[in-house]
């Protein structure tokens, strides 16, 4: 295979994990931003299951106090009635009772209702406490792992643009290698990859398939083939084809692997 293509196939892994750490360093802070306002979520719900129930236990307050005068009054009232001597004074009097009972009747009612919402709001407030502590804990985790994160990827992100520029190095010291890497650059920023593996008589970046022609060409490991030193692009796409003979007994590419081979064929 042409040694510069070689290089590039490196020069492309390293730019894919580099694509792939800073996408994953940047989310990090995403990821705590959307913690953070499921905390300030669960704390505003707590917040309000507690002013409902310091309303609702207020209301209940002034409930009872009312009660109690109206009972207070409607004694009162009764006290009277025994020393009333006119039939108009007691008829009104007994008005007067019979109004003050039903108003203190229905004042309990509302104070069984005020019992229910309470009790509901206790609930929510359980319910709320329990939220805002799951989600605090979330919180710290996601903090502290965004922040390994990003000590993990800074530093590797580090270390691959060193290997990075070494590859590019390498090529921009080839005769053809400047020339291919200002095609890979082009291509790349276009297509967000420069090359593509072709893979079963497709190319694997676009699915279409290479003439059979070309296939031969590509798929030729015969170093003195006329076509040894060359570089194929897609017909459809315009990335730059490859051939991994060791398809055949599958191993991954790794950064760095292929150089010492590359630059000593
Ligand atoms: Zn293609």
Not at 24 to 46: F, I, W, Y
Not at 170 to 191: F, V
Request: glycine content about 4%; overall charge negative; some cysteine.
């Amino acid at each position: 295979m042409n040694a510069d293509l070689e290089h590039l196939i490196v020069l492309q892994a390293q730019d894919l994990e580099l694509r792939r750490l800073r996408q994953q360093l940047s989310e990090g802070p995403l990821q705590v931003k959307a913690a953070e306002a499921a905390c300030a979520q669960a704390e505003a719900a707590l917040k309000a299951a507690k002013d409902s129930l310091a309303r609702e236990e207020t209301l209940r307050r002034s409930q009872e106090l009312e009660v109690k005068e109206r009972q207070t009054k409607a004694a009162r009232l009764r006290r009277q009635m025994e020393t009333a001597t006119s039939a108009s004074q007691i008829a009104a009097l007994e008005h007067e009772i019979v109004f003050l009972d039903q108003s203190i009747a229905k004042l309990e009612d509302e104070e069984l209702a005020s019992l229910e919402r309470t009790e509901g709001f206790e609930l929510a407030l359980g319910g709320a406490t329990l939220t805002l502590e799951a989600e605090t804990t979330t919180l710290a985790s996601i903090r502290v792992r965004a922040a390994d994160l990003a000590t993990r990827n800074t530093a590797a992100i580090a270390s691959i643009e060193g290997e990075r520029a070494a590859t590019r190095a390498l090529l921009a010291a080839s005769p053809a290698g400047e020339a291919s890497l200002s095609a890979y650059d082009r291509i790349a920023k276009a297509k967000g990859t420069g090359l593509s593996e072709a893979v079963d008589h497709k190319c694997s970046a676009c699915q279409m398939m290479v003439r059979p022609q070309r296939w031969n060409d590509l798929t030729d490991r015969d170093p003195n083939s006329e076509h040894a030193n060359t570089i194929f692009t897609c017909e459809t796409c315009g990335r730059m084809l490859y051939y991994d003979p060791r398809r055949d007994a599958p191993v991954r590419w790794t950064p760095g692997e292929r150089l010492s081979s590359a630059s000593n064929p």
